[in-house]
Structures are given as C-alpha cells and as structure tokens.
C-alpha cells in the first residue's frame, strides 16, 4: 500500500501554482511514489513536461487535467465545478485533448476554458474522473456515474481547513450512497509546506491557498484524515495505486509522422529540380557544383530528408508564383548547395566558402532544420497554403519562464514595492547574484529580515511559469488532427486569442512531428514594398535585387558613416559602430560584420583583434605562413566561424567533415569536460601540420576559447547578403526605401529616427519630408517628387481611421470635410488640424470642429422636433423648435483669427512629435546666403578632440527646410564661443558654414543671434 498524488498542480496553472513539474516529479520520485498525476486548471500544458521528466526520475506520469464543469456551455455565465480527469490509455489521451480543445475553443471559453456534461457523455471512454476539491463537482456524482461508471472516484482532502473536516465526512456519506470508491488526495500547489509564504507572494491579490497544499508523503496524508476511521484512510490510500496502476499511457516516441511529398520518388524530384537549377544558374558544366552536388544527394538520401526538402520547396515555389518574397534564408542550410539550386536558399555555399556538414552528415542523424524567412505581411497567406496542401497546420506555444530581472521585479511587486523603487532596484540588481553580495537596502526595506526574505523571495520566483505565448516562427504540419499528441489551447496575445498546440516545440517534434519555421520577417516587406515604388527605367526593368554581385562602392560608403537606418541587422549602435570600423568593402567582409558584431565577440576581444589585424596593426602569428593562416586567410588571421574550425580540424587531423562537425558540436555545448575529452582525442592523433605537442595544445587551448563565440558562417553570409539588399536598396532608390522603411510596422518614435537620418542623407538643400497634407497624403507615407509625403497614419491618435477627403485644403475644405465624415471621432478632426493637414489657421480650425459638432448635433435635434411636432400638427411646438433652430450660433469667423506660427509649432510637435511649419519666419532672414543659414538650436554639447586638444562644439539644430543638422564648430573665435556657450534650446542663430562633411553634418566658422522682425 502506497500513496500517490493524483491531484497536484505546477506552474502551468499560472499564479495558482507554485512548482515546476520537474520539481513536482523529482519531489514525488524522491518521496518513494510509484508514480504522479499533473491536474493543471484547464490545461494540459505542462504534460510535454512530464513526459519529458518522467524516465529521468523513474516514476510513472499520469496525464491530467482539472476542468471546469458548468451545467451548458452555450450559457455564458460564470458558474462552475471543478472536475478531475485523468487519462487510462491511448483513447482516453486523445479524448482528453479533444475535451481540452472545445474547452477553449471559442464558442466554449468564457474566462475560463469549460465543459459540460454533454461533452464527457462524447468523450468519456478511457477516462477515470473524479470530484475534485472543495469547488468541485460532488453535486453531480449520479450524472457522472452514469457516464463514467467505474471510472469514477470520489476525491477526501487532506488540508486542515475546517470547512474540509466536514465537507469529507460529507463527500464520504455520498461516495457510500451512490457506491462510488474514493481516494485521498493533496491538492498540491507547491513542493513543501515551507513554500506556502512564497506562494502567497506569488499569488499577489489572487485566489490564496492556505498554508497546507504541499506534496505529502503518505503519513502525512495518514496524520492529515486521522479524524477519520483508521480503514477509511487504508482505503483512500490504497485506492491512489488502484488509480494509478488504471492509469497506463505514455506517448510514442521517434516515430515519423511528417506528412509525405506527393512525389512517387522524392529522390528523382529533388535530383531533376537540383539539375533544374544548376541549368538556370549557368552552373551545370561547373565540376565543383557537380561533385558537390553528387555528395550531398548520397548524405541527403542517407539521412532522408528529400521528402522534407520537396516539401520547403513547394511553399517557396508556391510563394514564387503568388508573388510572395522568399528569404536567402538562414542557418545551416544555407551550406547546402542542392537547397541553393533547388531554391530553398538564395547564396552560392561554394562561391561563399560554406560547409555542407554544418547542415547534414552521416555521423549524427538529426531532424532537417530549415528556417524560411517570408514578409511578414504574407506569413498568414503561407501558413494557409501549407493547410490546404497537407489538412492541418497549428502555430505553437511558447512558455516564459522568469528569468533573474523578472524574478526580482515579481518580489518587488509581491512586497508592494513601489513603481519608481522597483525600477532603481531592477537597475541596482541585474542579477540575483548582484542583489545576494548586498547585505541592506535601509530606504526600501527598513525591518531587518525584511530584505533577506525579499531575496529569498526572488530566488523563489526565478524559472517559475510566467506566461505563455506564442512562438513566433513555429509551425507544426500534419496530416491529421493533432488529438493523438496534445491539445489546441487558448492563449491570450496581444493581438487577442491564439490557439496554440499546447507543448513546446521540442517535444512534438520528439512525438515525430514535423515543425517548420516560418518566420515573418519585416525586412522582406520592406525589400517588397521599395521594390514596388521603383519606377522602371529605359531599359523597362527594376533592380535584380537577388542577383547583386555585392561590390557596389556607393553602398559600403553608406554603410561605413553609419547610415544603416533599416539595414537589415545593422542598425543597432554596436554593430553600426563596428561596421564603420571595420570599414566592409565586400560580402565576405560584411559577413564577418555580422559575426564580429555579437556580443559574445565583443566582450572576448575578438572583434577588436580583427580590425586591428585588417588595418595591419597585428600580423599573424608565426614566423612563416601556416596551415592554419592559410585558413584563415579571409579573416585576416583570426578565428571568427565555426566552419573555420571545422577546417582546420579536417585539414590537421585528416577528420571527415562529418567528424569536423562532430567535434565543433561538442565544443559549442561549452561543456569543460566535453571539451576535455575533445582535446585528448585529438593529442592522440598524428597531425599532419608537424606541430610538437606544445603547438597542439596552444591551438586547441585557443579553439576552446574561441568557442565562446565563434559563429555560423553560413548564418551569417546570408545575413550579410539581405544587408546589402537593404543597403543597396537604400544607396540608390532613398526615397522609394525610406517611404516602404515608413511604412513598415513601427511606431512614431522609431519614425522619427529614420526621418532624421534622411534628412540628413537627402535634406542638403531641400525639404525631405512634406507636412501631412489632406489632399495630397495618403494613408500611408508616399513619395512626392523629392520628397516624403507624409501619411495620416504617422499623426498621432489618427491611426487608421476611415475619412472621405475634401476637395481642397483651405477652410471650405475643412467645411466640406466635416458635412461629409459626420461620425467621425471629434479627436481625429482636431489631430489633423493640429497635424496642418488643413490650410488653415490651426486655432480656428479646432474652434470650428468644436462649433460643428454642438451645432450639427443642436440641428439634427432641432430638426427631428419640427419634423414630429409638423406630424402632430402642434404648431406651436413648431414655432417654439424652429425659433431654436435659428438660435443656434453660426460658425467661427475665419478672418479674426491669427494664431503665431509658435504655437502652430506646438500643436504641430503634439501630434507629430516634430514639426514642418517653419521656425524663421518671424526672424529677419536679410544676411542669409548659400553661406549663412538660419538654424533653431536643440541640442549643444562640448568637448576637447582626442588629437590636439581643442575646443569643438557640437550643435543640432533645425535648418530652415526643417531638417535635422549636426554643427561642427572647431576651435571657435572668442565671438563664436560667447555665443555658443550661452546657447538654449530654441535659439534662433545665424550661422555661417565651411563645408559638408559626407555624413551630413557641417563644419561651422561663426554664430550669431538672430534678430526678430520688427
Ligand atoms: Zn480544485
Ligand atoms: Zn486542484
């Protein structure tokens, strides 16, 4: 006789549960349980754990769930019972997915997922049930009964709330009358009793547990029911292994269950299609491709993904012929040379120096791993290609667990730490290590246990179930429906409800499902949407944008100043700063950009050696060439790519590029010991570099330590190559790119950024962007001759509403506007009025929109009486009504109005966050010249230069075009300097300039005051 817990809870019930199910399993193995029920409020989310812990602590894992009941789910009202269900065998497995699936389908979810009786009735066989706890579902045994005859328990609870003392003598009375068997059960929210506190935290507001619904062990639960008779409590025990022993599932492993290509023989589909391509290419009397292709068919047949490849290569085909972008791609597969000619990836692996072994060998069989890029605009339309070609496609969820930040802000928050104190401890604590070196924090926590128990607190906190979400490229393809493997749950996003299968993605995928990446990738949009404003020239054609052979000087130039605004991966100021250090002049430069750009190469110093040794500031290593410098000649002597490794490895110890990837595996896992053994191994061979055993070692040593940040080369040239797409785009078509860069999915802050940059890339001597304009804009930002028109949607609280256009701009134009959007939001009117979509003055603008509204809304009531009292024939109502109607104010007069163009400014950076009206128009402007120009200040800063000392100041100011400028001002005249040293925000000054530097900015010789007309 032994106890079992048939009723426990982990993290996947969210703040009601406070234990991983890996502790839950490792607790219950350790207490000697022969096995473990998971009973998670209304998801089955956490079992793609249990499976995954169960052998590894060597106990038996029951699949369950505890529902919500509710008397009809097509009522919505908040009622209902819990109920337990735990799942026999196969059958019952897939009927508890599929009552799991209705509970959140949308008709059934009503704030939480429900079921009904009418629904067990269906779904029933291969289930055991039981009543569950004190909110649960003891009213309804006879109906239950009658479903799930045998199959149904009633459950005793073992916590010491006195209402349970009774409600078990209760439940007891009822399992003898209607002859049901009981079991004893915990309830378990958390591991041991002394987490009740941190679950309490936890729990911040919600539904509290008290202090006893920890693991038990079975004298525990024996102490807990001994106001029961002594055979009653053997019983309930007793009847936990009879519960468990019913309970026999585990799901099938290693099985393939990937939909098949609809080829007869995948292998001579993919064998034409590679030829197919090679021919396309002008690449079928290369013997490099040839050989190489012969290699990778004979691996690619051996480890059996043809049917995988066909099946990647169909969606691209399909997005091919539906004008859908396709990605170069990314990853591994980009080594591929027969993905390259089928067109799954879109860089040349030999031209590229890449590695097929990265992707696939005999040594170590693993699943095909290709990630598609597609605009993310069109991911919708390809996820339903995908489930018209095979029947059933279903995105994934994705389970946030708390990481040490949030760890400490969640016991901020469980301690009623404020807002702003919260934010100075998270920046006063990166990590949980930081937060347990300090010994008090006097002004937050004033009692003296107080702060050690906070940081007990966050230690509890850290890896605990925060929320789900949804994975943002997974998706999992299949033939069926996917009740023989999980459930599809409901997930509250951002962008409302998802349902989601409901495990992650590893385990379908070790279940033998097949998950494809699809990502949605923006930069596609982007590429797309400039490729669509490009005007064709003479010769009737646009860019080939996915054939540039990537030596187009004018683009690194951009890249080398820093321009990189919507450059794909290189707008962050990290890389943008390494990019213009290490000054890329071609792809392969620009690929180690991409790797030298990481962190990980930063912080080891790795990035900085590059550039040194490119300008010649460090040679390589070594009296002569070696083999290794020969290797890594492209990189100027340094070790960036694991491929490089995987070389050298080859070339030195005669390894298979199979084995190469052996080795490189185990020293990615940055596992010491691993990496141990991998150095033994390879002391012991015979290399044939002729190196003594000391070189051996020192070059293993700086392998390993390489290690930590050695990248995929492959990842990283097809990265490199949609850079210079993005670059190349951006170098010779700014405008049509910088109005698709508008355009794409970014809020007005992220706009402004790019605005600036092009003003400063195209704003010489012109005015880049136009102000909104309401006849001219259009929804969207649009290209006006020179220039960025910009679009309703960039105004702030405009967005995407609907309006019918005027046929002009001035204050008809508003009249017109208002008659013909009656509806439409006041907020909306006013915004664009402030925004200077109207030709008129702003003030009176907003002073009409208010008189029209009251007055239109007076009028139609005014109206409507006459109308009904001329019915009734009440002639005096008549009279009275009409009299009204002719009370009702006429319309602002326009011509009293004069509103300073300051504050037309203002309502302008309201709205716009910048403004377009200028700045100088009450200035005396009568020295300006090509030289002198007129500027409003924003922001000054001075500084000593790094090579001689000298005072420079540096200015951004507004030029009369309303572009943003950078102003150099180098060792100025004293004049100049009492100037610049008294200068505000929002000074106007005259400013006479030498000459513009290539990244926009100018050099500066004088500042003055300018004057005000008078
Ligand atoms: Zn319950
Ligand atoms: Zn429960």
């Known amino acids: 006789m032994s106890f079992v817990s048939l009723h426990c809870h982990s993290d996947h019930s969210l703040r009601d549960g406070f234990q991983s199910v890996e502790q839950m399993l490792s607790y219950a193995s350790a207490l000697g349980q022969t096995a473990i029920a998971l009973t998670d409020h209304g998801t089955m989310s956490g079992c793609g754990e249990g499976f995954r812990y169960a052998d590894k602590y060597g106990i038996k894992f029951i699949v369950g769930c505890e529902h919500y009941l509710v008397p009809d789910v097509t009522i919505k009202d908040k009622f209902n019972q819990h109920i337990i269900l735990l799942a026999m065998d196969k059958t019952g497995y897939r009927n508890l997915n599929i009552l799991t699936t209705m509970a959140h389908s949308e008709n059934n979810f009503y704030f939480k997922p429900r079921i009904d009786l009418s629904m067990l009735d269906k779904y029933n066989e291969g289930i055991i049930c039981s009543t569950?706890?004190?909110?649960?579902?003891?009213?309804?045994?006879?109906?239950?009964?009658?479903?799930?005859?045998d199959r149904l328990y009633v459950e005793i609870?073992?916590?010491?709330?006195?209402?349970?003392?009774?409600?078990?003598?209760?439940?007891?009375?009822?399992?003898?009358?209607?002859?049901?068997?009981?079991?004893?059960?915990?309830?378990?929210?958390?591991?041991?009793?002394?987490?009740?506190?941190?679950?309490?935290?936890?729990?911040?507001?919600?539904?509290?547990?008290?202090?006893?619904?920890y693991m038990y062990d079975e004298d525990e639960v024996r102490k807990a029911l001994s106001y029961l008779p002594h055979d009653v409590i053997d019983l309930s025990i007793s009847n936990t292994q009879v519960v468990a022993d019913r309970c026999d599932f585990k799901p099938e492993l290693g099985n393939n269950h990937y939909p098949k290509s609809p080829y007869s023989s995948p292998k001579d589909e993919v064998r034409m299609r590679v030829w197919k391509g090679m021919k396309e290419k002008g690449l079928d009397k290369d013997a490099t491709h040839i050989n190489q292709v012969k290699h990778e068919l004979g691996v690619l047949e051996k480890v059996d993904y043809f049917d995988y490849l066909l099946i990647i290569s169909d969606m691209y085909n399909h997005c091919r012929s539906n004008?859908?972008?396709?990605?170069?791609?990314?990853?591994?597969?980009?080594?591929?040379?027969?993905?390259?000619?089928?067109?799954?990836?879109?860089?040349?692996?030999?031209?590229?120096?890449?590695?097929?072994?990265?992707f696939a060998h005999t040594e170590r069989v693993t699943p095909a791993d290709v990630d598609c890029d597609v605009p993310r605009s069109k991911r919708q339309d390809v996820i339903q290609y995908l489930k018209d070609t095979y029947g059933h496609v279903y995105q994934v969820a994705t389970f946030n667990k708390m990481a040490e930040k949030a760890a400490i802000r969640r016991a901020c928050e469980a301690f009623n730490v404020s807002p702003k104190h919260t934010n100075a401890i998270s920046n006063l604590f990166p990590s949980i290590e930081e937060l347990d070196k300090c010994d008090d924090l006097p002004l937050i926590f004033t009692l003296p246990?107080?702060?050690?128990?906070?940081?007990?607190?966050?230690?509890?906190?850290?890896?605990?179930?925060?929320?789900?979400?949804?994975?943002?490229?997974?998706?999992?393809?299949?033939?069926?429906?996917?009740?023989?493997?999980?459930?599809v749950e409901r997930f509250s996003g951002t962008n409302g409800a998802q349902y989601n299968l409901n495990y992650d993605f590893h385990d379908l995928?070790?279940?033998?499902?097949?998950?494809?990446?699809?990502?949605?990738?923006?930069?596609?949009?982007?590429?797309?949407?400039?490729?669509?404003?490009?005007?064709?020239?003479?010769?009737?054609?646009?860019?080939?944008?996915?054939?540039?052979?990537?030596?187009?000087?004018?683009?690194?130039?951009?890249?080398?100043?820093?321009?990189?605004?919507?450059?794909?991966?290189?707008?962050?100021?990290?890389?943008?700063?390494?990019?213009?250090?290490?000054?890329?002049?071609?792809?392969?430069?620009?690929?180690?950009?991409?790797?030298?750009?990481?962190?990980?190469?930063?912080?080891?110093?790795?990035?900085?050696?590059?550039?040194?040794?490119?300008?010649?500031?460090?040679?390589?290593?070594?009296?002569?060439?070696?083999?290794?410098?020969?290797?890594?000649?492209?990189?100027?002597?340094?070790?960036?790519?694991?491929?490089?490794?995987?070389?050298?490895?080859?070339?030195?110890?005669?390894?298979?590029?199979?084995?190469?990837?052996m080795v490189r595996r185990a020293i990615g896992r940055k596992d010491k010991e691993v990496m141990q053994k991998v150095i033994d191994d390879l002391s012991k061979r015979r290399n044939s570099w002729n190196m003594t055993n000391a070189g051996v070692h020192a070059l293993l040593e700086h392998i390993s330590f390489a290690s930590g940040y050695l990248f995929n080369k492959s990842h990283s040239a097809a990265y490199a190559y949609t850079a210079y797409q993005t670059a190349y785009l951006k170098a010779h078509y700014p405008y049509e790119f910088y109005t698709a860069l508008l355009n794409s999915n970014i809020d007005q802050e992220k706009a402004m950024d790019y605005i600036k940059e092009a003003q400063e890339v195209l704003g010489q001597d012109k005015e880049v962007v136009k102000p909104v304009s309401i006849t001219d804009s259009k929804s969207e930002w649009t290209m006006d001759g020179n220039s960025l028109r910009m679009g309703f949607t960039y105004i702030k609280g405009v967005g995407n509403a609907k309006f019918s256009k005027p046929t002009r701009d001035d204050e008809m134009g508003l009249e017109e506007f208002m008659n013909k959007n009656i509806n439409l939001n006041k907020q909306v009117c006013a915004n664009l009025v402030k925004a200077g979509a109207f030709a008129v003055d702003p003030q009176w603008g907003l002073d009409y929109i208010d008189w029209f509204k009251t007055a239109h809304k007076r009028e139609t009531?005014?109206?409507?009486?006459?109308?009904?009292?001329?019915?009734?024939?009440?002639?005096?109502?008549?009279?009275?009504?009409?009299?009204?109607?002719?009370?009702?104010?006429?319309?602002?007069?326009?011509?009293?109005?004069?509103?300073?163009?300051?504050?037309?400014?203002?309502?302008?950076?309201?709205?716009?966050?910048?403004?377009?009206?200028?700045?100088?128009?009450?200035?005396d402007r009568s020295l300006c010249n090509n030289k002198i120009g007129i500027f409003s200040v924003t922001k000054i800063s001075k500084f000593k230069t790094k090579k001689d000392n000298k005072d420079m100041y540096k200015l951004f100011g507004m030029d009369e075009f309303n572009n943003m400028r950078e102003l150099l001002f180098y060792s100025p005249s004293r004049q100049a300097e009492e100037v610049l040293q008294n200068l505000k925000q929002g000074d106007v000054v005259l400013i006479q300039t030498r000459r513009w530097n290539n990244d926009g900015s100018l050099w500066c010789n004088d500042i003055v005051m300018a004057k005000k007309v008078a």
């Open 323 to 358: 004008g859908i972008r396709t990605g170069v791609g990314r990853g591994s597969v980009v080594g591929c040379d027969v993905a390259y000619l089928m067109g799954i990836t879109g860089i040349d692996p030999i031209e590229n120096d890449l590695i097929f072994e990265r």
């Open 157 to 213: 609870h073992t916590n010491t709330m006195p209402e349970q003392h009774k409600a078990n003598v209760e439940w007891l009375k009822l399992a003898e009358k209607y002859d049901v068997p009981f079991y004893a059960a915990t309830d378990s929210h958390y591991t041991v009793r002394q987490q009740a506190t941190y679950q309490e935290m936890w729990q911040v507001g919600d539904y509290q547990n008290p202090p006893d619904f």
């Open 132 to 149: 569950a706890c004190i909110a649960g579902c003891q009213s309804k045994i006879p109906e239950l009964k009658a479903i799930f005859g």
């Open 861 to 923: 009531e005014c109206k409507e009486r006459i109308q009904h009292y001329k019915g009734v024939g009440n002639d005096k109502q008549v009279q009275s009504w009409e009299r009204k109607l002719q009370e009702i104010p006429s319309a602002p007069e326009f011509s009293s109005y004069s509103t300073s163009s300051s504050t037309a400014r203002q309502m302008q950076m309201e709205v716009l966050g910048m403004s377009t009206i200028p700045f100088w128009l009450e200035y």
């Open 509 to 661: 995928e070790s279940m033998g499902l097949l998950k494809l990446d699809i990502l949605g990738l923006e930069t596609l949009d982007i590429i797309e949407n400039t490729m669509s404003l490009i005007k064709k020239d003479v010769t009737n054609t646009v860019p080939d944008i996915d054939n540039l052979n990537g030596d187009d000087k004018s683009v690194y130039r951009l890249l080398w100043q820093g321009k990189t605004a919507g450059v794909f991966q290189l707008e962050g100021n990290t890389v943008k700063d390494v990019c213009s250090k290490v000054e890329p002049k071609n792809l392969g430069e620009l690929t180690a950009v991409v790797a030298l750009g990481r962190p990980g190469s930063m912080d080891a110093g790795a990035t900085d050696e590059y550039i040194a040794r490119k300008r010649g500031l460090i040679h390589p290593d070594g009296e002569t060439v070696s083999h290794r410098d020969v290797i890594l000649s492209d990189t100027f002597g340094c070790m960036i790519y694991q491929e490089q490794v995987m070389k050298i490895v080859q070339d030195c110890w005669g390894l298979t590029l199979g084995e190469a990837d």
């Open 449 to 487: 246990d107080e702060f050690d128990f906070f940081k007990k607190t966050a230690h509890q906190f850290l890896g605990k179930l925060q929320n789900y979400g949804t994975h943002a490229s997974a998706v999992v393809v299949m033939t069926t429906d996917p009740y023989d493997f999980c459930a």
